[in-house]
Every structure is written in structure tokens, then in C-alpha cells.
């Protein structure tokens, strides 16, 4: 029994990690009132440069800074349309895809193909080496660990800090903010730009550890999945966490479907993770107070200090 | 230091103007993408934009590929408007595609005056039955149909490749992962000799021309129109919020899939394992660069189209990545969304003496309400 579900445990794990990323960057900027559409733009274009910066340089983590550095500089574009220049969020993040899809596939086009050395799984002394509990919790490479680390920086920045209470309330009522004096534009900046080094580490985790290759448009649509898991975690970190992991489970079981003897054909076992998208935000949305009473009052508004 | 300053009044130039703006932007920094490339900008240039349409040959291949851009977007505008946002074009388009073809293989086998129009009805009806998904979810379970209807584009692209390479699968096609090729009978005819135009880019036309009548004359328009203008408003006025989603999606969902029908029985004539190189998410953008309104969109979708077939030439004479089409179309809505700040703001070089308050008018809701 464990040697078929250790495996399926630890690719779940495996799978799920890059989700966590990007759903948590973008709780923290829908914490923050602002809808950013442009997760799998920005994920594309984290993969391509966390490849690039990680096969010229032979630096994992250098790709990674650098992913992380190209996912906040395309935040910024949209932070500049939508938070200086007034822009429709949907409208600005749906353009923000669009470029990411186009920009990373004219980018990668001299690294389709390419090999790289993908991110190792780390090896500590003992515990890695345990029968069970060493496949299971201490052979992951760094990034999984990282994933981890950021859920609770994440939970404690929004709960615990002066900050991260000032941010919540920029998303829940921007007037009354900034009539209290708080930076309004500068915080919806930084949460945007959090959520996009998220997404760029998210999208180099894809291209340099869960398949070390470039493909283009190889996020395939884990960005609006992630999307997705923000609503379904009605904007809690816990919960994105919890439903990371379902998703993941469910690219998982794909894989090991066909090796149980279940002959789905299978395109429709992959089409699993974006039925269960579909579910998911049904049995969320269903009751409206749900989504009423957790969504961020001012979520895709613009605010504009003299309009 | 330049500040900005809200007008008035939304500038009617503006909105006229900033798509002209966007485009000519886009095409400065193509200019600077292609010297950085180390290709003569120039020359590069009359390969992207003059060489397509040198030859009779080529402006067909533009109104070819402008079909499909056309009716998508011009669905999409008329859910835009009602501020229902269906993103989920590609995979209407691409169930139109099997439902439309799917008649063809049952029936088409004898030659028959009503196989395509019949063909084109079933591509019409998959494309409504797509969207009416995120309709339905939306209306009974209160769920957003950006998430829903752009799920539904990868479980649509999946459905077509199980039916290529399974089902049906042309039986005498060496295994190819394609149907069997389509009789003249289930193909559009053509319009002129010497290239690939067919009769779905005069449907097109007529489908702009009817949504131009929608938006315009009819009450159902208007309804939607107030309805995302203004839903509070609507509300007031009795208008069924449900009743616009329903009618927003599966129209946009209807011509999503008379260009999916379109596009199997004109220029590829057989179901392959893809119907569309995202023709459904380039319309996203000549909806918004041709103002969400029926004339804009047929210029937009001729702007959009000739990318489309630049960056096929550059491809075959420049090597360069097919991908500049979509590096382009990104830009293209950047710059438009920027330059759409104008509309509602002018740059004021020295502070006002008193600040003109905004007066909330039905102009100013409208300029703010159109992205």
C-alpha cells in the first residue's frame, strides 16, 4: 500500500507547490483591493526567465531571483494602468495574459527544447534516509519548503502586523484609508508587485523543477487556477493551502489512473483539474453571503484620491 | 510637473483617437523590437505589413482570416457592454467547430443542398450550449464566469482531441489524429477565384450588421446596454439581471461558434486537433480597440488579422518566432488601455484655479464603464 501512495502523496505535494505560489501573491493583492487577472502572463514569464537566467548562468537560484524579478516587473505595468492610470482591472490583467502568452513564447524560442539540470531534492543527514517519513516530508527540493515558508509569512503578514492590517483595510474601504493618512497607492503597488514574484517563482518552479524544459504556454492555465483557489479560500491563506493541494491530488491522480486498470481515455482524465476548477467555485459561490462577507469590499476598484 | 485632471466630460476625439494612438505606438516599438533583433527595422517592416497584402491572394487571406476575428469579437462586444465578461471565446469557437462538423460526418455523406446549412446551425447551436454553461452557473450558483467560461476553453480543446484521435478519426487517414476531409458539399463557397475567401466573411458582415441593429434599435440592446452602464439603474427600471446574462452569453457563445463552423468548413476542411491558432482570445482585443462597437470591430479585426498574417511571413522570410503576433496583439491592448486614460483626463501643466468636480452624468458612467 505505501509504495503506491508515497508516490502519489509526493507528486501531489510536488504539483501543488507552484499553485501555492501564485494563489498566495495574488491573495495578497486581492487583500489589498486589487484584481490582477494577469496571473498565467506573469507565470509564463517567470518560467521563461527562471530557465533562461538558470541555464546561462547554472544558477537555480539566480533563475529564481531573476523569475521573481521579471514577475514584479510585469506587475508593475499593471499596477501603472490600473492603480496610477485609472484602468479596468479585468480589461488590464486579461492584456497582461495576452502579452505574458505572447512575450515568453517570442522569448523562448531559442530554449525550446533545451535540457536543464532540474532543482535537486535536498538530502539532510537521517532524516531524509527514514522508511516512510523520508520520502514523504525531506526529499522535496528547496522551493517546496519555501512554498511552505511563504504560507506563513503570508498568514502572519496579514494577521499579526500593523502592515498587513493597513492593507486589508485599503482593500476593504480605500477612502477611509487614505482619510487616515495611509499610503493607499504605494501599498496597492507593493501587494501587486508581491504577486507577481510570486507568480514569477511559480511559473520558474514549472520550468526548472516540476518539468525542467521550457514549453511554451506550458503553465496551462494553472494561473486562472490559482486564480480560482483565491476564491475558493474566500481570501485565506490556510485555505489556499488546503486547496492547493486538492488540485494538486487531482493532476496526480491522472498519472496513476491509467496504472489502476481505469481505461478513461486520457484527454478526459485531464480534464480533471479544470472540472474540478468549475466545481470548486460553484459549491463556494453557491451561497452569495459567502462570497459577500469574505470577498475584499473594494476588490477591482480603482481608487483615485480627487475622483 | 504635469498632473492629471479629470474632465468634465469624457473627449469624444479621444475615444476615437486612442485606438490610433495604440496602434501607432504598437507599431514604434515593433520598430525598436525588430532593430534590437538586429533585422533592418524597414525591411522588416514591408515583410510584416506591406508584403500580405501585395497580391490578390494575400487581401483574401486577410478577409479569411478577419472572419472569424470579426464574429468573435462581435459577440464579445455585445456581452462587454452588458458587462458580463465571457473570455471564454476559444472554446465556444472550438465546440462550434465539433458540433458543426460532427453533422457533417453523420450526414454529410450524400451530397445535399441543407448539409451546411444545417452544418452552420449545429456550429451556432455547440457555441450557445457552451456558454450557456457559465450563463446557467452564473445565474443559479452566482459564480464568475471569467473563471468558468475560460475552464470550459481547455476542456473544449481536450474534447477535440479525444474526438481526433479517437472516434473519429478518419479510418483511411494512416492514423493521422484528423477526420476524414470534408465533400464540396459541406465546404463554403468560395468568392473569388485565386483565394481562399468564402461566403462566411459576407456572413460575418451581416452578423456585425445585425448586432450593429441590436445594440442600436432594439429594446433588448438597450436593455443590456443600461444594464451594464448602470445596474443599478436597470435594476430600477425592472430589467432582469439574469435575462441579460443569459441573452450576453449565449449570443456571444452563438457567433464563437458560427466561427468555429466557419473555419472547419472554409480554409482547413477538417476537424484537426486544432481548430484556431486563439483567434477566441485575439477578439478580446478587437473588441476593446474597435470601441465594443460593430464598425470599430470590423477595422479592428482587419488591424488583428493582418498581424495574424505578418507574423506568418516574418516566420517564413525573417525566422522569426510565430509568437510576435501575440507579443504584438498584448501590446496593442496595453497601449490602448493607456491611452484610454485620456478619455476621462487631460494633463494639466500648472494646478486649476478651482477644480471642476465630476459630474456624475450618464457620459461620465459611460466613459468609465467602457474599459
Known amino acids: 500500500m505505501t509504495d503506491v501512495l508515497i508516490p502519489i502523496l509526493v507528486s501531489t505535494v510536488i504539483a501543488a507547490t507552484p499553485l501555492i505560489y501564485a494563489a498566495l501573491g495574488e491573495l495578497v493583492t486581492e487583500r489589498a483591493g486589487v484584481l490582477n487577472l494577469g496571473v498565467e502572463g506573469m ?28 514577475g514584479v516587473a510585469m506587475a508593475l505595468v499593471f499596477g501603472l494602468l490600473t492603480i496610477t492610470l485609472q484602468t479596468n482591472q479585468v480589461a488590464t490583467g486579461l492584456a497582461l495574459t495576452l502579452f505574458g502568452v505572447g512575450l515568453s513564447a517570442f522569448v523562448g524560442r531559442p530554449f525550446a527544447g533545451q535540457p536543464i539540470a532540474g532543482a535537486p531534492a535536498v538530502s539532510i543527514p537521517l532524516l531524509s534516509e527514514l522508511p516512510v517519513l ?41 477612502q477611509v484609508s487614505h482619510a487616515l493618512g495611509h499610503p493607499v497607492a504605494r501599498v496597492r503597488y507593493a501587494a501587486t508587485a508581491f504577486g507577481g514574484a510570486c507568480s514569477g517563482i511559480a511559473g520558474a518552479y514549472l520550468s526548472t523543477a516540476l518539468t525542467p524544459m521550457w514549453v511554451e504556454g506550458m503553465s496551462a492555465g494553472r494561473g486562472w487556477i490559482a ?9 485565506k491563506p490556510l485555505r489556499v493551502l488546503l486547496g492547493a493541494y486538492l488540485f494538486g491530488g487531482m493532476t496526480v491522480i491522472q498519472l496513476y489512473a491509467q496504472g489502476f486498470g481505469l481505461h478513461i ?43 | 510637473m504635469p498632473r492629471l485632471e479629470r474632465r468634465a466630460e469624457p473627449s469624444r476625439l479621444m475615444q476615437l483617437g486612442a485606438p490610433m494612438l495604440a496602434a501607432m505606438l504598437m507599431l514604434a516599438t515593433g520598430f525598436l523590437i525588430f532593430t534590437l533583433l538586429g533585422k533592418d527595422p524597414v525591411a522588416a517592416f514591408r515583410v510584416f505589413f506591406i508584403k500580405p497584402l501585395a497580391t490578390s491572394y494575400g487581401l483574401g487571406e486577410l478577409l479569411l482570416k478577419t472572419t472569424p476575428l470579426l464574429l468573435c469579437a462581435v459577440g464579445l462586444a455585445l456581452a462587454f457592454r452588458a458587462n458580463v465578461w465571457n473570455i471564454g471565446a476559444e472554446g465556444q ?5 465539433i458540433t458543426g462538423a460532427g453533422v457533417a460526418l453523420a450526414f454529410g455523406d450524400q451530397p445535399s443542398a441543407w448539409i451546411l446549412p444545417a452544418m452552420l446551425l449545429a456550429g451556432i447551436a455547440g457555441g450557445m450550449l457552451w456558454a450557456a454553461i457559465p450563463a446557467f452557473l452564473r445565474t443559479r450558483f452566482n459564480t464568475n464566469e471569467i473563471l468558468v467560461s475560460l475552464m470550459l476553453v481547455y476542456i473544449a480543446q481536450l474534447l477535440l482531441a ?18 476524414r476531409t470534408f465533400n464540396d458539399w459541406e465546404l463554403l463557397p468560395l468568392l473569388f477565384e485565386g483565394a481562399r475567401t468564402n461566403v462566411g466573411f459576407i456572413l460575418a458582415l451581416l452578423v456585425a450588421l445585425a448586432a450593429w441593429f441590436f445594440v442600436a434599435r432594439s429594446h433588448a440592446g438597450y436593455r443590456m446596454q443600461v444594464a451594464g452602464l448602470a445596474p443599478a439603474a436597470a435594476a430600477y427600471a425592472g430589467f432582469s439581471e439574469k435575462r441579460n446574462i443569459w441573452l450576453a452569453l449565449l449570443l456571444s457563445g452563438a457567433t464563437a461558434g458560427l466561427a468555429g463552423i466557419g473555419e472547419v468548413a472554409g480554409p482547413i476542411g477538417q476537424l484537426q486537433p486544432s481548430v484556431s491558432p486563439g483567434y477566441g482570445f485575439a477578439a478580446i482585443i478587437v473588441a476593446f480597440v474597435g470601441r465594443l462597437h460593430p464598425a470599430g470591430i470590423v477595422l479592428a479585426s482587419l488591424l488583428m488579422s ?6 506568418e511571413q516574418a516566420q ?29 483626463f487631460r494633463l494639466r501643466w500648472r494646478r486649476a484655479a478651482i477644480a471642476p468636480k465630476p459630474i456624475e452624468t450618464a457620459a461620465t458612467i459611460t466613459a468609465e464603464a467602457a474599459p
Not at chain 1, 47 to 63: C, D, K, N, P, Q
Not at chain 1, 283 to 304: E, F, M, V
Request: aromatic fraction near 12%; proline fraction near 6%; charged fraction near 10%.
Open chain 1, 265 to 307: 481515455p486520457s484527454e478526459f482524465m485531464s480534464m480533471l483539474p479544470y472540472l474540478a476548477t468549475i466545481i470548486v467555485l460553484v459549491l463556494i459561490c453557491r451561497d452569495p453571503k459567502t462570497i459577500l462577507l469574505n470577498q475584499p469590499a473594494a476588490l477591482g476598484r480603482s481608487y483615485h484620491p480627487d475622483a
Open chain 2, 93 to 97: 469557437l472550438t465546440i462550434g467547430a
Open chain 1, 43 to 70: 507565470m509564463l514569464v517567470g518560467a521563461i526567465t527562471g530557465f533562461a537566467v538558470g541555464l546561462s548562468s547554472g544558477s537555480l537560484v539566480l533563475g529564481y531571483l531573476a523569475a521573481a524579478a521579471a
Open chain 1, 227 to 235: 486564480l480560482a483557489l483565491v476564491v475558493f479560500a474566500t481570501w
Open chain 2, 306 to 311: 493582418l498581424l495574424y498574417l505578418g507574423g
Open chain 2, 162 to 179: 479525444y474526438l481526433v484521435h479517437g472516434p473519429w478519426r478518419d479510418p483511411a487517414g494512416f492514423n493521422f489524429p484528423q477526420s
Open chain 2, 316 to 344: 517564413m522570410e525573417l525566422a522569426m518566432p510565430a509568437a510576435v503576433t501575440g507579443l504584438f496583439q498584448g501590446l496593442l491592448l496595453f497601449y490602448l488601455l493607456a491611452a484610454d486614460l485620456f478619455v476621462n
Open chain 1, 134 to 174: 523520508g520520502p514523504l516530508l525531506f526529499r522535496y527540493n528547496l522551493l517546496v519548503y519555501g512554498s511552505l515558508l511563504l504560507f506563513f509569512a503570508v498568514h502572519w503578514f496579514l494577521t499579526r502586523t500593523h502592515t498587513g492590517l493597513k492593507l486589508r483595510a485599503i482593500g476593504e474601504a480605500p
